[in-house]
Structures are given as C-alpha cells and as structure tokens.
C-alpha cells in the first residue's frame, strides 16, 4: 500500500515549550524596558511567527527584528530545558512512522527544532523539518508544506497535515493536502470547529483516524 505522508507541526501539537516561550517574550519586553505582556494573549499568539506575534503585542514593524533578537539570546539557553513532549506524541509519532513518511512544518526556526526533536528522542522519525528560517512565506501560507513534500519527494495524494492552531489548517487547504486539528494546543475547539475539518484531542487519536483511511 502506498505510504502516506504526515507532516505536524510542534508547539501545542507534539510539544509543550510554553514555559520557555513565555520567559523568551518576557526577556524581550524587558531588554527594552517594557511592560511584560499578559501571558494569556501571549499564548494566544503560540503558532504565529515571531515578529507577527510581537506585533501584535504592540511592537512597531521595524523594532520587531530587536526583540526576536532579544527573545532569542534568552530561548535559546533554556528551551531544551523547558520542554517537554506531549501526552500521546512520541506514540503518535513511532505508529505514524510506521504508515507514513513524516515531516515537522513549524513557525519555530529549525535551528531550534532539530536538536529539540532529537532530545525528546523522536527527531530520528522526521525525514525532513521546515522552519520559520526555510521558508518567505510561513504558515498560513502554502509554501512551508509544499517544501516539505518536495523534500520528502511526496506529492499531496494520501498527504495530512496534523496541527493545534487554524494557521496549520489554512496552510493545509492552501497547500491542497487534508488538515487535521487537535486540540491539545493553543486554539480552542470552539475556534477549530468554526475550520469544519477534521478535530481530535490529540494527535494519537489524529494517527488512529488516518492509520484507518484507505
């Protein structure tokens, strides 16, 4: 049977790196003597790519590169640290391998994600990984999943795209491959079911559903 390809994204959907992402926003406000940001909006903005979420807390366009730089000195020494996988993924991800070729599409910069991945101990089940620093356009763009199946030399036939925010989702319908959503992530299942697509807990339940599909 043909093998089908499943690409995921990371934050909210295999891993769990808020503490680190809130402390590396923190550290950016305060490098510029700034009031700290309320952490709930901040999670909110998990899943969006650095410089859209700083501006969207208020940071004008053209100082958004100052704080990524800022947040980054501070993430960098503590991410690996600071996260951990989540419940069901390093499952999902041995039963995915065994049906699937399978990517990481994320907003998070590969530079970060690989050595993640592989302290976890599951980078070694990830053919290719596309981050925010592979890519023009991120999710909800296209591009970003459509680099990853020409990596995996894939076409979108049999082709998901496993993610917790409706970024994934977008980029999936985009991209013409099927979206899945779980919602152990960032986004509500409320807001994920306004998407009409495929929604599970978590991406266990995802990779039991598609394991299924013939």
Same mark, same amino acid.
């Given at each position: 049977?043909?093998?089908?390809? =499943?690409?995921? !994204? %990371?934050?909210?959907?295999?891993? !769990?790196?808020?503490? #680190? ?9 305060? /490098? &510029? !003597?700034? $009031? ?9 903005? =998990?899943?969006? $790519? %650095? ?44 039963? /995915?391998?065994?049906? #699937? ?10 530079? &970060? ?26 999710? $909800?763009? /296209?591009? $970003? ?25 977008? /980029? ?27 929604? &599970? ?14």
């Amino acid at each position: 049977m043909l093998r089908k390809t =499943i690409l995921f !994204d %990371l934050d909210g959907t295999l891993i !769990d790196s808020t503490s #680190a992402i809130l402390d590396g926003f923190d550290a950016a406000f305060r /490098a &510029f !003597d700034q $009031p700290l940001r309320d952490h709930e909006v901040v999670k909110s903005l =998990i899943g969006f $790519p %650095l410089d859209v979420a700083f501006e969207k807390l208020g940071v004008k366009k053209e100082k958004t590169s100052e704080y990524i730089n800022a947040y980054r000195s501070v993430y960098q020494q503590i991410y690996i640290k600071q996260t951990s996988l989540l419940t069901f993924a390093k499952k999902s991800v041995q039963e /995915a391998s065994l049906i #699937a070729d399978l990517a990481v599409v994320t907003t998070k910069s590969s530079k &970060f994600s690989k050595p993640l991945l592989d302290h976890l101990g599951i980078g070694k089940y990830f053919k290719v990984i596309i981050g925010r620093d592979d890519v023009v356009h991120p999710k $909800p763009h /296209a591009e $970003p999943i459509l680099l990853a199946l020409e990596k995996l030399s894939k076409d979108k036939e049999n082709a998901f795209m496993i993610g917790d925010t409706h970024l994934d989702i977008m /980029a999936a319908v985009e991209a013409g491959i099927t979206p899945v959503a779980v919602s152990s992530g960032y986004e509500s299942k409320e807001s994920l079911r306004q998407f009409k697509t495929l929604l &599970f807990d978590n991406t266990y339940e995802a990779i039991e559903y598609i394991k299924n599909i013939r």
